[in-house]
């Protein structure tokens, strides 16, 4: 393992040797010149789909995965000799009675650490604890935690296990015991420090335990904590808080040689203990860390420096394994950037992606808007378009949130037209870019303005006439809403109903008409004055919010709640986009408790529209036009568009076809409690035959794309805002946004 290390810094070292003194147009170094050896990705299947629970090596050397399959299933698997899988585990019948499994964790010599919930009545739960023994015997661990009544039930926020097969367990995020395999006796709280970790953020190394904050870590070893301020502390530290649903990021593995290992949100990375420096032996550039989706639950190794990371991608469990290759090159030949004006965990998935199975192209992303310069979008745009001009822009523009006619007509595009031909897609939906016989901006993924509540007000709606008269009359027919569709913020009123209506406000002379804008502002007027008694109601609320300055981002999500929004939130209608198969199935969650509602494509002031997602255009300045075109290429082939994509319908025709014919079951069951403090669970359910039907029919009749101009969507919002609450009239509001966007949009 130490010459493994050794041999991947030498090759770095040598890599700054060569790179020193070059500019970026100087001729890449001849093949004999360029350094080799550092770890590659292979993906290992596992042998069931599922939620990763834990994974460990037992004292045999045969590594061992536990799985959930389904509600409360939960499976257990052994790799093979021979490198397949073996469920030589069995969990008796026994746990389902445990209820929810939070946590299972592996000892080496094969038993089992189990921990569930069970629901008991409507409010209470109860913790059980128990030992799987390697023979498959289930013993109950009678835990009692010291410091809560049995009546307030316990909080277990973590559990791992040592190396040595002592038991951590963390109640409440800040008391971390040692619990007594034997009679589930617990410790002295070992958290010394005090330390208050609520994302997980207990883990074990070798003997030692962790504790991980992003303001303090702590390592507990011979019972003892200590805080750790090196360079491990540090980097811990910058890293405990970049979780994905509330998950760390962060699992450790330690060597016999004492090197511990690690992994963060930027990759895989070795600490030598007592040293000043970590080393990064896996970069996120180059796996699957560079996908925000990817959260590693486990790390293991072996001690010829092979590593395996199990975690959750896209919500399905992976196995991962590093392994290093003395003939990977370290440096990329091809340099590929893409800029995008917003951060987006779509898009730095799909990079992700494509670097595993493109090695030879290393892809920079440059975010316009971070949101710590006090930029605005046209700022940002500016700076944008200086760097083309100058001939120092991007390959790869993603044009989602920018004017898309500016660029088509400075003809600064590349023609990907031939990609098209490639990989059919629905062109219905790429037709709308061509130009001339080109097209030059393609969306990866679509979405459709949407409207649900009972079928007789929702199928009459046509225009905004129509929409105020049906959401008046849903209001006052449904006897449990108390919203029209939470109206209490005028800027959300908008922003849900702005993509249905604003493909009618551009005129053919790229300038926008003030009679339909008009309209809308004074539709949305009348919508946010039917919600005025429930404004009343939480007017405490909205004036904070107000002391918050932007709190509200225009355009940032506008997906469709649906069944959830009429049963969970009071609302008589619910509006939106549909973003996909996913977000449709939780939009049809609770339809079983309501009778006679629908789901329909929502129309106003223009019709067949659609919200494109994920536009990429590739500049005709590209230095890196081929390689450009592959990441083009990727995004719309069925190893992304077939991903169960959670940002709209695929424009792969073959995967869209592929999705109307698929039948599945979905398993996710979700809830909270309403108003009253009852608790109301809900599950998705997958669209069926004929609603994917209907589907098909709805997407034959898209032609026309909203507009996708984030600085339009702002100043409209604002604009609307303004009138809503009555510091103008409709018309001097429209009056101030012509003037601004006018001039915005002449530039």
Not at 62 to 71: A, F, K, P, S
Not at 72 to 77: L, M, T
Not at 553 to 561: A, L, M, S
């Amino acid at each position: 393992m130490q010459q493994r290390i050794l041999a991947i810094l030498l090759a770095l070292a040598l890599v700054l040797v060569c790179l020193a003194g070059c500019g970026k147009k100087e001729t890449v170094q001849p093949e004999a010149a360029v350094a080799k050896g550092r770890y590659v990705e292979q993906s290992i299947a596992l042998p069931a789909e599922g939620y990763p629970m834990d994974m460990t090596m037992l004292s045999d050397g045969r590594l061992r995965v536990g799985l959930m399959t389904g509600e409360r299933e939960y499976r257990i698997f052994t790799r093979t000799a021979e490198g397949g899988w073996a469920e030589d585990v069995v969990l008796p019948e026994a746990v389902k009675a445990m209820g929810n499994l939070d946590f299972m964790r592996f000892f080496r010599d094969g038993s089992v650490f189990l921990s569930g919930i069970e629901k008991v009545g409507d409010r209470d739960y109860r913790y059980h604890f128990a030992i799987l023994s390697a023979d498959g015997t289930l013993r109950e661990l009678p835990i009692t935690y010291p410091e809560v009544n049995e009546s307030d039930g316990i909080l277990l926020g973590g559990a791992d296990i040592t190396s040595d097969d002592r038991l951590m367990l963390l109640f409440s995020f800040d008391d971390l015991r040692e619990a007594d395999v034997t009679d589930g006796s617990l410790s002295a709280n070992r958290n010394e420090l005090g330390i208050w970790s609520t994302v997980g953020g207990l883990a074990c190394a070798g003997e030692d335990t962790y504790l991980l904050s992003d303001t303090l870590c702590g390592r507990v070893s011979e019972g003892q904590q200590t805080q750790l301020t090196d360079a491990l502390g540090k980097q811990l530290m910058a890293s405990a808080h970049a979780t994905t649903g509330g998950e760390s990021k962060i699992v450790f593995w330690k060597n016999r040689d004492g090197y511990l290992f690690f992994t963060t949100d930027e990759g895989l990375y070795s600490y030598v203990p007592g040293g000043s420096v970590t080393e990064e032996l896996v970069s996120a550039s180059k796996s699957s860390f560079g996908d925000p989706s990817f959260v590693p639950k486990a790390l293991e190794g072996t001690e010829d420096g092979t590593f395996y990371v199990l975690g959750q991608q896209s919500g399905i469990a992976t196995l991962c394994c590093f392994v290093y290759d003395a003939e990977a090159p370290v440096q990329a030949t091809n340099l590929l950037k893409i800029y995008s004006l917003y951060d987006d965990d779509d898009l730095r998935q799909m990079i992700s992606r494509f670097q595993k199975s493109h090695p030879e192209t290393e892809v920079s992303l440059e975010i316009g808007l971070t949101g710590e310069d006090g930029m605005t979008e046209a700022d940002a745009l500016r700076t944008l378009n200086t760097e083309i001009l100058a001939g120092s822009g991007p390959d790869i523009l993603r044009l989602d949130g920018m004017s898309l006619d500016s660029y088509l007509e400075k003809d600064i595009l590349m023609d990907l037209s031939d990609l098209l031909k490639e990989t059919p897609t629905l062109e219905r939906i790429t037709k709308c870019y061509e130009r001339e016989g080109t097209v030059r901006v393609i969306p990866a993924a679509f979405a459709i303005p949407a409207v649900y509540g009972p079928r007789e007000l929702v199928s009459k709606i046509t225009d905004l006439d129509s929409l105020v008269d049906a959401a008046s009359r849903a209001l006052a027919e449904n006897n449990q809403a108390h919203s029209l569709m939470n109206g209490m913020v005028p800027q959300m009123v908008t922003d849900t109903l702005y993509d249905s209506c604003s493909a009618a406000w551009k005129k053919a002379d790229g300038t926008l008409d003030e009679g339909a804008l008009e309209s809308f502002l004074e539709a949305m007027g009348k919508l946010y004055a039917i919600d005025a008694p429930l404004r009343e109601q939480y007017a405490d609320i909205l004036k904070e919010l107000e002391g918050q300055g932007d709190f509200y981002t225009p355009g940032e999500y506008t997906g469709i709640g649906g069944s959830q929004d009429i049963i969970m939130n009071g609302m008589a209608l619910s509006a939106g986009t549909l973003e996909g198969m996913e977000a449709w199935s939780y939009a049809l969650a609770g339809d079983d408790r309501l009778e006679d509602y629908a789901l329909l494509p929502l129309n106003l002031q223009a019709s067949g529209v659609f919200m494109p997602r994920q536009l990429y255009g590739v500049l005709t300045s590209s230095e890196s036009g081929e390689a450009a075109k592959d990441f083009v290429r990727f995004v719309l082939g069925e190893g992304v568009q077939g991903n169960a994509l959670s940002f709209g319908f695929p424009v792969n025709q073959a995967v869209f076809e592929r999705q109307i014919q698929e039948d599945k079951t979905v398993q996710t069951t979700f809830g909270s409690s309403d108003e009253n403090g009852n608790y109301i669970s809900l599950a998705a359910r997958y669209p069926s035959a004929a609603e994917r039907q209907q589907l098909v029919s709805w997407v034959n009749n898209l032609t026309t794309p909203a507009l996708t101009d984030r600085t339009i969507r702002s100043l409209i919002t604002a604009q609307a805002a303004a009138s809503m609450k009555g510091s103008c009239t409709v018309q001097q509001a429209v009056s101030q946004a012509l003037q601004s966007l006018n001039l915005y949009l002449s530039e």
